[in-house]
């Protein structure tokens, strides 16, 4: 599986613009770029996903470089609820291909 | 809306014990994995069921660990002898099919002394 390289933690105050990079060089073409999240004492929760284009959802956004070798994922206003390990994880095609996780990113909001 | 149940909540057993997690997925998930997460890292993939079957348990310690799910339904998994390293929240996902995203279970804490 290609790999995914992220900032091992960030911190933002709340109510303001959160982006949080992802870089992967070796992305393949049919590969979709996968974001989950892990609240504290909590199991992952999808967030977004996506192959080209820029994907909004009512959880954040998700913006895909033109090349694919990186993304950002966009919380547009951070609250406190948004504390969590934010995960970049890449998803190919094949019939039984699966989510594996690196550290992620822990996002620190502050009030 | 739909949760994968995971039960129990905490376990803590003593090395040499057997342990056993139970996990409930959304009802029509055909695809059901259960994960390994060590504190401060990210989950690691034990082994992922379609339906009833195996389809991938590469990462799985089969000397200790054996998982089940007899009717494709809910799974179990299971560890006999737990050993100290063991100790680790694992979860359990579930997925409509194997390429939709995954609804993952609060976990089990399991504490192995």
């Known amino acids: 599986d290609a790999k995914t390289t992220q900032p091992n933690s960030m911190e933002s105050n709340e109510e303001e613009p959160v982006h949080l990079p992802c870089n992967h060089s070796?992305?393949?073409?049919?590969?979709?770029i996968h974001w989950y999240r892990q609240l504290p004492s909590q199991g992952p929760e999808y967030v977004i996903h996506?192959?080209?284009s820029n994907v909004n959802n009512r959880m954040a956004s998700l913006a895909i470089a033109e090349d694919r070798k990186s993304s950002t994922l966009i919380l547009h206003r951070a609250t406190l609820r948004d504390a969590a390990v934010y995960y970049c994880i890449l998803r190919g095609l094949s019939g039984y291909s699966t989510l594996t996780f690196g550290k992620g990113t822990m996002l620190l909001v502050s009030p | 809306e739909a949760e994968v149940a995971q039960s129990p909540r905490y376990k803590i057993t003593e090395k040499s014990q057997a342990v056993a997690f139970w996990c409930d997925p959304i009802?029509?998930?055909?695809?059901l994995y259960w994960y390994r997460q060590i504190l401060g890292q990210g989950p690691e993939l034990l082994v992922q069921f379609q339906d009833e079957s195996v389809v991938d348990d590469s990462q799985l310690p089969k000397d200790r660990f054996s998982a089940e799910r007899l009717k494709g339904v809910d799974s179990t998994l299971k560890i006999q002898p737990a050993e100290l390293g063991d100790s680790a929240m694992y979860l359990c996902?579930?997925?409509?099919?194997?390429?939709?995203?995954?609804?993952f279970g609060s976990g089990t804490r399991l504490t192995v002394v």
């Open positions: 996902a579930s997925s409509l099919s194997t390429g939709d995203g995954y609804t």
């Open positions: 070796t992305i393949s073409g049919t590969d979709y």
């Open positions: 996506g192959l080209t």
């Open positions: 009802s029509g998930h055909a695809t």
